[in-house]
Nanobody, 115 residues
Framework: QVQLVESGGGLVQAGGSLRLSCAAS????????QGWFRQAPGKQRELVAA???????NYADSVKGRFTISRDNAKNTVYLQMNSLKPEDTAVYYC?????????WGQGTQVTVSS
């Protein structure tokens, strides 16, 4: 029913920037909550940033002041702008949308930050 397609990952040096995009198919985007998660090797998946359908935003402490979540409802797309990247940000990043009790996940995109 709903497909999420992620893009924007890659390899950057410490201090650089990337913008991740997650485009959703279907008509449920505007009434869903969206979020970005990441998972590093040997680590549990963690919430990075989230935005509710009403626009309330939360960030993990580790990314506050550096990452920004935003969305464009006309394009059914949620973004994660990542600035001042650090090697510890290296992980696979996943987008997720939630409507009611239904969860939809993107395929994941690799972000690698070199020293």
């Amino acid at each position: 029913q709903v497909q999420l397609v992620e893009s924007g990952g890659g390899l950057v040096q410490a201090g650089g920037s990337l913008r991740l995009s997650c485009a959703a198919s279907g008509s449920i985007f505007s009434r869903s909550a969206q979020g970005w998660f990441r998972q590093a090797p040997g680590k549990q998946r963690e919430l990075v940033a989230a935005i509710t359908s009403g626009g309330v935003i939360n960030y993990a402490d580790s990314v506050k002041g550096r990452f920004t979540i935003s969305r464009d409802n006309a394009k059914n797309t949620v973004y994660l702008q990542m600035n001042s990247l650090k090697p510890e940000d290296t992980a696979v990043y996943y987008c997720r949308i939630v409507i009611g009790m239904i969860y939809y996940w993107g395929q994941g995109t690799q972000v690698t930050v070199s020293s």
